[in-house]
C-alpha cells in the first residue's frame, strides 16, 4: 500500500497545509494510507483529531519522511528531512528542486492545460491573492470603495487600477467590483480584454501592434519601447486612481516595471499600490516587501497572500495535490508513467 506523509510546514509565515482531513479520507478511499505530523493542519483550523477521524495515523517528523513513498509539502522541505526518504519515493511540493534517487514534483510546473485544470496550484493560490489584495486595499484606503448616497452627500465610489489580469488580477477585479469600485484593467495579452468586460471591469486599451501573448497562455517579454508607451497610457489611469494592484509577471523573468517614481508621485496622498509582484522584483519601481510610503502613498509589497487564508487556500491546494496524486497511483499502487504530459512536465529534471 502507498503511504503518504504530510509534514508540518517549516517556512516563515506559512499557515497552509498540503493534505487536510477531506483528502487524507480519498486517499485512504483510494488504497493508500496516510500519516500526518502531529500539529501538522493546526493553523489552517485542521486539528489532528480531524485526521484521524478520516482514518490517517499521526506520526513524529523523522518517522514520517522515513516510511514513506509519498511526502507532500506546500513549501520544499529543509534538506535534513528530504534526506530521510527513501530511493525511489516521491516528493511533491512548491519550488521543490531535485534530489538524489527520489522523484520530486513540483506543483508550479503543472501545465497551464485543460485536463490539469484541477491541479493547478498556481491557480488555486493566485486567486485567493487577488481576492485578498483587494480586501486589503478596501480595509486600509480612507476612503469607501462603493458610490454611496447619503444624508451627508454624495461618496463617489473608489477607482481601482488592476495591472495585469491573470488569475490573481481577475479574481482582485471580481471582488472590487463586488465591492462596489470602478475597476480598470491592464494586460498585454489582448485575449483578457473580454474577460475583463465580463467580470465588470473596464480595459485600457494599448497600442498592440506588439501582442504579449506567448506560450501557454502566460506572457512574453515585450520590448522595452512598447512598455514605454503603455507607461505613458496608463500614467493618468494611475494619477486619478485610488488603489493600484499590480499582479503582471512574466515566467522565468524579473517582473516588469509598470509603476515608476514619477508616476507614484503624480498619486493622491492616501492612495495605495498593492504590489503582488514584489518577489519577482515588482510591478512599482518603489517597492520592497512590506511596507513604504512615498509622498503620502503607501506602497504594500505582499508576499505569500494564499496564507493569510490558511483554511481555504488549504482546502484548494489539497484537491490540487490529491488530483495529482492519482495521476500516479492507481489502486493504492505507485505507477509512474512519463508517458504521461502532466508526469513528465511536473517532474524536475536534475541530478536525481
Ligand atoms: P502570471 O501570474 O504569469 O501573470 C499575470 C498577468 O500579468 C498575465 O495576465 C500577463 O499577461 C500580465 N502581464 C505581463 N506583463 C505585463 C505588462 N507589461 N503589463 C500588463 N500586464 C502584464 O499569469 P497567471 O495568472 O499565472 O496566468 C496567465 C494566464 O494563463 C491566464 O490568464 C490564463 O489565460 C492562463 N491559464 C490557463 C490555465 C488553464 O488552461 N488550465 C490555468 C491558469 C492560467
Do not use: W
Not at 72 to 100: E, F
Not at 102 to 124: C, G, N, V, Y
Not at 182 to 193: G, L, N, Q, T
Not at 211 to 220: D, I, L, Q, R, V
Request: aromatic residues 4%.
Amino acid at each position: 500500500m502507498v503511504n503518504l506523509f504530510v509534514p508540518k510546514e517549516t517556512g516563515t509565515g506559512e499557515t497552509r497545509v498540503a493534505v487536510t482531513p477531506e483528502s487524507a479520507k480519498a486517499f485512504i478511499k483510494g488504497g493508500m494510507t496516510v500519516s500526518v505530523e502531529r500539529g501538522a493542519g493546526e493553523s489552517a483550523f485542521m486539528p489532528d483529531s480531524e485526521y484521524t477521524a478520516a482514518g490517517a495515523a499521526i506520526v513524529d517528523r523523522a518517522s514520517g519522511f522515513a516510511a514513506a513513498d509519498i511526502v507532500a509539502a506546500v513549501g520544499a522541505p529543509p534538506a535534513a528531512d528530504v534526506a530521510r526518504m527513501r530511493a525511489g519515493s516521491i516528493l511533491i511540493a512548491m519550488r521543490a528542486t531535485a534530489s538524489p534517487n527520489i522523484t520530486t514534483f513540483s506543483m508550479e510546473r503543472i501545465p497551464r492545460t485543460t485536463k490539469a485544470q484541477t491541479m493547478d496550484a498556481l491557480s488555486s493560490q493566485a486567486s485567493i491573492a487577488g481576492y485578498r489584495a483587494a480586501l486589503i486595499a478596501a480595509t486600509e484606503l480612507p476612503r469607501y470603495f462603493p458610490l454611496l448616497m447619503t444624508a451627508a452627500g454624495t461618496i463617489k465610489p473608489a477607482k481601482v487600477v488592476v495591472m495585469g489580469a491573470g488569475v490573481a488580477g481577475l479574481q482582485a477585479l471580481a471582488t472590487a467590483r463586488r465591492l462596489g469600485a470602478v475597476v480598470e484593467v491592464s494586460d498585454i495579452r489582448p485575449a483578457v480584454k473580454e474577460q475583463v468586460h465580463s467580470l465588470g471591469g473596464r480595459f485600457i486599451d494599448l497600442p498592440m501592434q506588439e501582442s504579449g501573448e506567448g506560450a501557454g497562455g502566460y506572457a512574453k517579454e515585450v520590448s522595452a519601447d512598447f512598455l514605454r508607451q503603455q507607461r505613458e497610457i496608463v500614467t493618468r489611469h494611475i494619477a486619478a486612481a485610488d488603489v493600484v494592484i499590480t499582479t503582471a509577471q512574466v515566467p522565468g523573468k524579473k517582473a516588469p516595471v509598470l509603476v515608476t517614481r514619477e508616476m507614484v508621485e503624480g498619486m493622491r496622498p492616501g492612495s495605495i499600490i498593492i504590489d503582488l509582484a514584489v518577489d519577482s522584483g515588482g510591478n512599482c519601481e518603489l517597492s520592497k516587501p512590506g511596507e513604504t510610503s512615498h509622498n503620502g502613498v503607501r506602497i504594500l509589497g505582499v508576499s505569500n497572500l494564499a496564507a493569510t487564508m490558511s483554511h481555504d487556500a488549504s482546502l484548494l491546494y489539497a484537491r490540487n495535490i490529491q488530483a495529482l496524486v492519482f495521476e500516479f497511483v492507481e489502486k493504492g499502487e505507485l505507477k509512474l508513467n512519463m508517458d504521461n504530459e502532466i508526469i513528465r512536465e511536473t517532474v524536475v529534471k536534475g541530478n536525481a
